[in-house]
Every structure is written in structure tokens, then in C-alpha cells.
């Protein structure tokens, strides 16, 4: 992608800005989540939204344990890579099977008729069970 698409309502600065006064300020007050609700006070993000960040920058310092935002943007490239390498595959395996002549005519029924005369998704002729039978 030539341009880089924004993961969010707010800028990247303002999310750095937030997690280092965090960082730099939570000794201040009794708890981390005091320290959160500061900041987010003063910046204007909502205080979950500024605990989020400050949890994900835990992680990709090593600070708290689970996926870093690197290891999540490998795992959203490898899902949506496998999600088209499966669409191109049914299209392959589509047209593979209606190239070698496989569609199944005897189980379709159509108004009612079973196994009319199918050319290519067309209904050409109805045969009439009774009449073959004849």
C-alpha cells in the first residue's frame, strides 16, 4: 500500500504522548489506573482507550506477557493471505470441475421435472419422466 492507513480515531503522537506520561507520571498517584484517568482527563481520550495503549505498550517492552503489536500485525497478514490464497482456491477448483464436464445434472430438478436438459445453467427441454419410461 503506497499510503498508510490510520489504525484509529487518534494520532499515533498523541497514543505515545499518553503511554510515556503514564510511564513518567504513575508513581504520583496510588494506582496505575489513577494515573490513566489523569491523563486521559487531560488529553481527552477516554480512559479505557489510554489503558489499552498503555497495556499494549506493556507487551511490546516486555513488561506484561501476551502478543507484541508486531507478532499481531504478522498474525491480521497471515490470516488475510490465507483468506485469499482459500478464495483463489475454490475459484481453481470451480473451474476445474466445470472444465472436466463434473457438474451433477441427474440430482437437479428444476419446475419440478427431474433431470431436464442443462446446458450451461439453461434449461433447454423438460423430459417428462413418463415419457422415457415408455
Not at 484517568?37 to 480512559?47: D, H, I, Q, R, T
Amino acid at each position: 500500500m503506497s499510503e498508510q492507513r490510520r489504525s484509529g480515531r487518534y494520532p499515533a503522537e498523541m497514543r505515545e504522548r499518553a503511554v510515556r506520561m503514564v510511564f513518567d507520571h504513575q508513581h504520583e498517584y496510588g494506582s496505575q489506573w489513577e494515573a490513566i484517568s489523569s491523563v486521559a482527563e487531560k488529553l481527552g481520550p477516554n480512559p479505557e482507550t489510554v489503558r489499552n495503549w498503555v497495556r499494549q505498550a506493556e507487551r511490546d517492552t516486555g513488561r506484561r506477557a501476551g502478543p507484541t503489536s508486531d507478532e499481531l500485525s504478522e498474525l491480521k497478514r497471515l490470516k488475510r493471505e490465507n483468506a485469499e490464497l482459500r478464495r483463489a482456491n475454490d475459484i481453481l477448483k470451480a473451474a476445474s470441475a466445470g472444465s472436466r464436464g463434473q457438474c451433477n445434472i441427474s440430482s437437479r430438478t428444476v419446475a419440478g421435472v427431474r433431470n431436464p436438459r442443462v446446458l450451461r445453467g439453461r434449461v433447454l427441454s423438460f423430459a417428462a419422466t413418463a415419457s422415457r419410461s415408455a
